[in-house]
């Protein structure tokens, strides 16, 4: 195992493994496309929820400003219209109301207003106000926590420091002392999309809670420990049940009301703004411009039911890395091809993708689209490298093939996917031929070497075109010797035939060769052998030195039978291949002779072709 890891296969593993390493625990160059699929699937999740009917937006949309600027003015309006909203909603005894309007500054020009707001206010402990925690860097700037702090309903910690500031947006303070207040900053990711909500904010050792886990606090929920969660959307933007303020405001100014008096009743009123206008939107996963009022909704919605979005533990994404590339690497390092190892990871992606569907499903933010990409990566990598093998492998196969059989029956053998390097020695039946040169010694002394050499390699070329144009394959050549054999590496179940045909054409061959040499050299001739039986077949040698022949019996057999052609025949072959031949030639049987490392005698045939 250790070792394999030190392979290309495994060396590619270590190098993608250490990519994954540095993406999880660094900079995270692939979060923004892990963000992005699921958002999409969380949209898919979201689109099938449904929000808390409880919660009921007031809404102070396009229609309400249109309606109330007559009355009103251009937004935003005098405080004693949402005081008197909030009376007449609270008659109704709502379980919260909250306001997504920061009343930041008194009005100078209507204290009195100001005044009424916060007499409603005091005198109704189910009203939240918000506020913002702005972001500054210079040291000594906002207010005092130690002074003001607890009377805000902040929380020290053990490490909240005597001269605590904090910079904020409050409420004017005859709203802000009645403690109600949260925070409601919301802070896109670094792709500009929001998806979590604080709990709480902290400021030098002091926590700051936000508006929903203030008022899911009031309303006897308890906020997880946590300083944030994930949001879990209840349907796409805009779901949450909405009332134009207008109405409201008009139905309250009537001397008979139309809208049903008990409309709020054990409801949680949330009171603000998805006016475009009003500039209160954000990105969300559900939305590009979703109303912040509808993301409190949906935070304070998560914490009632506690169903907001847990993040999986942090080392399970790099443990489903880890598994998927020690699997990819197996398979490669297996020599399983890249094309069943690719069908398997295609069929394995969907299966992740939907694991992180039904885990959204259940409350579960599992982030496995990093995992699957490393995944490809490797798989591209190492298919990559596998491919490059296999052409090095096939262009060797050729090579060694191309020794010993015709370039047509090695591009069939390598297209098929065999390998020179993957032949085992097998058992198999094959029908071999040797041939030897006649008269030889004669022709060595009537010509220097260099021109015996040039001689036999134009005979051995002719024969050698002959033996690959009727299948055969090319053993070896034995000094003047040839010896070829059918039936391996390619079955050839007309083996016996092939063979004869061949000596056949071998002997014509000779002719033509004679033809060419003369005269003074018509003392050239050859003998032929051939026999069909069981023989073993593979690369046989050395380490160094490995050479694809063919042992056994059968090739002993036919090296003897060409012996016994001197004076007889020119061809000669055994009675188990003239048997295969079946009609194909025409025999005449030579009889019985005694050969060499034989008790019995052999029965020897001389094919010629059908006479027509």
Known sequence: MERGWREPFGLIAVAVLLLAVLEFAGPGLLRHLEYGFNDLLLRSQAAQRQPDGDIVLLDIDESSLARMAPEQGRYPWARSVHAEVVEWIARQRPKAIIFDILFSDPDPLRPDDDNYLAEVAASHDNLYLPLVKLHTDQPGIGLPLAEFGRALGFIPTGTAEPDARAALLLPYMALALDGRLGVINFEEQSDGVGRHYPLYLEADGWRLPSLPAQVASGLGHTPPPQPRIRLNWQGPAMSYPRVSYADIYEDLSRREPQRPADEFRDRIVLIGSTATAQHDLRTTPVGSLQPALEIIA??????????????????????????????????????????????????????????????????????????????????????????????????????????????????????????????????????????????????????????????????????????????????KFIGDAIM????????????????????????????????DLGAADENFDVGIGIHTGPGVVGFIGSENRLDYTAIGDTVNLASRIEGQTKGVARILVSAETRALCDTAFDFVDHGFYKVKGRSAEVRLYEPRRKSP
């Open 484 to 515: 070829a054999f059918w039936g391996a590496p390619v079955d050839d179940v007309n083996q016996a035939h092939h063979a004869v045909a061949a000596a056949l054409e071998m002997a014509d061959t000779l002719r033509q060769f004679k033809h």
């Open 298 to 475: 949906t935070a304070l919605d998560n914490l009632r039911h506690d169903d907001y979005l847990r993040d999986v533990p942090a080392w399970l994404p790099p443990l489903v890395t880890l598994l998927l590339i020690s699997s990819l690497w197996f398979a490669f390092r297996r020599g399983i091809g890249a094309l069943p190892i690719g069908t398997a990871l295609l069929l394995t992606t969907p299966l992740l993708f939907a694991l992180a569907y039904l885990a959204l499903g259940r409350g579960w933010w599992l982030p496995l689209l990093t995992p699957v990409l490393f995944a490809w990566s490797y798989y591209a990598l190492a298919a990559l490298y596998a491919y490059r093998q296999a052409q090095q492998e096939r262009q060797r196969s050729v090579q060694i093939f191309s020794r010993f059989l015709d370039p047509r029956v090695v591009q069939d053998l390598v297209s098929h996917g065999d390998s020179a390097l993957n032949i085992k020695p097998q058992s198999r039946q094959i029908t071999v031929l040797f041939s030897d040169i006649r008269g030889f010694t004669t022709l060595s002394e009537r010509h220097s070497a260099e021109e015996i050499v040039e001689l036999l390699n134009d005979y051995f070329s002719r024969q050698v075109q002959v033996i690959f144009a009727h299948g055969g394959t090319m053993d």
